[in-house]
């Protein structure tokens, strides 16, 4: 089951608190928001062009360029299949204002084309809703985010989430850890908790791990976890331009696993927020509060 992400939007905003620290484009290329944004310029111009009114007309192209630019910039992780198609009907559309026949039918071939777009990627800005589960216990697996930066006084966000809700929660989490070494701490770990929340592969993303090697950590990882008939949810990372790979691995492990992946905006609804983070990045104790909160919005109807 899922909930659009419009209807937990008030209980997440009220969970991070705070003002949007992040500046607006780069929260709207991490959040994938800037998809949304693009199709709708592009569809604007394709609508435009179809107008007689003369400065509509020479509008199309500006709108359409910063469309286009906003679509490329939010690796939004569609199918190629598809992205295939709707650079056809582009192609189609910019040649016909040189085929005076073509413009009856290829603007609106291409506004299908994008609006059909848009909706194969709204499923994925929806947020999960777990089955209850066989008890109130959440093993948490995850990188720096979670584990922090080693502070002996650092508390994090898995400790406040089970001194503050009643959850049974294993922590194993580390800094710098990646899909791989993930595997290998959870190895030597037995999983307790019915529950499994993953945030990993920031480090994957922003290291040395190509996608593939990324494919294959992130595979044998969801493999180890899901077993045994645990719930399973993945955080989607927040992708920088041009980064579209990691997000579609993500995606279609997540299918194939049976794992229920977080919408990308949730997790920045935290990271994003004012004094967060210490460096962007690594949660600030009034971060670590926040995330808290958010995470238990999302494992609560598992835990009624």
């Known amino acids: 089951m899922t909930q659009p992400l419009s209807q937990l939007s008030p209980r997440i905003t009220q969970a991070t608190g705070g003002r949007l620290e992040m500046n607006p484009i780069g929260y709207q290329v991490a959040s994938g928001h800037a998809f949304f944004t ?17 400065w509509l007309r020479r509008a199309t192209a500006i709108v ?34 040189y085929r005076t026949t073509w413009q009856l039918w290829a603007p609106w071939t291409m506004i ?77 770990e037995p999983i307790a908790g019915a529950v499994v929340l993953l945030e990993i592969g920031g480090n994957d993303l922003l290291g040395s791990t190509t996608s593939a090697e990324f494919a294959a950590d992130l595979d044998a990882l969801l493999t180890y976890v899901s077993s045994r008939g645990r719930q399973v ?19 279609a492990l997540s299918l194939k696993h049976g794992v229920v992946l977080v919408p990308k905006g949730v997790l920045l609804s935290v990271l994003a927020r004012e004094g967060a983070t210490l460096d962007t990045i690594h949660l600030s104790p009034r971060g670590h ?16």
């Open 38 to 54: 693009g199709i709708a310029l592009v569809i604007f111009a394709a609508w435009a062009s179809t107008q007689g009114h003369g």
């Open 64 to 97: 359409f360029l910063i469309g286009v630019t906003a679509i490329t910039i939010s690796s939004t992780a569609i199918s190629y299949w598809w992205y295939g198609v709707a650079a056809v009907a582009t192609l189609l559309w910019i040649a016909s204002r």
């Open 112 to 188: 299908a084309t994008w609006a059909v777009a848009a909706l194969l990627e709204m499923p994925y800005h929806t947020v999960p809703k777990l089955q209850p589960a066989a008890s109130r216990s959440l093993t948490v697996i995850g990188d720096s985010v979670t584990a922090g930066m080693g502070a002996e006084d650092e508390i994090t966000w898995p400790t406040i989430l089970a001194r503050n809700h009643d959850i049974a929660v294993q922590d194993i989490s580390h800094v710098g850890e990646t899909a791989s070494s993930a595997l290998q701490r959870a190895q030597r």
């Open 233 to 251: 949810l993945l955080f989607e990372l927040p992708l920088p331009p041009l980064c579209h790979e990691y997000g579609r691995i993500q995606r």
């Open 289 to 304: 509060e926040r995330m808290a909160n958010v995470v238990y919005e999302l494992v609560r109807p598992g835990f009624p």
